[in-house]
């Protein structure tokens, strides 16, 4: 397995100072930013789009964004993320209409792509396009906020989802998103996981780099 990667989600941070929390956060540790774009009609909240993306990159963050994108349409808003400057882009199989077209949209400019299941989304999307992941995230929670606690039976899921990266020999990123917090981070990366989302659990607490250590220490387990 590839070596773990943390990735806050921003959508705990403080929005009014966000380029600060964003140097702040990977200062203190963090590999990725993940961003996560909700449009108020494929989940229930609204937050940030291509300009913030783009505002951070002017801002000076070098580090890959992961833009997690929980929006219905899917294809119009992506070449805006990656004018943007997103790294990966993922998206909600069941939110696009044509998956191979999406993904290849995606990767059509270098950046990299993936899927994105929700708690109760079947395998099945997985089926003819694993050679197109570079990621598969699995939602841990329902989407469209934060702060929400981890479904146990994604631990299943993700053991289900590693058997299959692993027979398939692509190179495949295996990320999980909701309630990863410093007592679970362990169990869930023996299920299988190698990328990490957590927001609340990071941006929640004052000291960024106090966590992310955590993290580390539980991950060397
Ligand atoms: C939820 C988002 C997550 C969320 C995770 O729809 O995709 O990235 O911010 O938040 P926590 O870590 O607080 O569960
Ligand atoms: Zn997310």
Known sequence: MRPFLIAPSILS?????LGEEVDNVLAA????????VMDNHYVPNLTIGPLVCKALRDHGVTADI?????????????????????????????????????LQLIKSSGCKAGVVLNPATSLHYLDHVMDKLDAILLMSVNPGFGGQSFIPETLNKLREVRRRIDESGYDIRLEVD????????????????????AGSAIFGKPDYKQVIDEMRVELAK
């Open 29 to 36: 540790g963090a590999d990725v930013v993940h961003f996560d």
């Open 13 to 17: 941070a403080d929005f009014a100072r």
């Open 178 to 197: 909701g309630g990863v917090k410093v007592d679970n981070i362990a169990e869930i990366a023996a299920a299988g996981a190698d990328m990490f989302v």
């Open 66 to 102: 992961d833009v997690h994108l929980m929006v219905k349409p899917v294809d119009r808003i992506i070449p805006d993320f990656i004018d943007a400057g997103a790294s990966i882009i993922t998206f909600h199989p069941e939110a696009s209409e044509h998956i191979d077209r999406t």
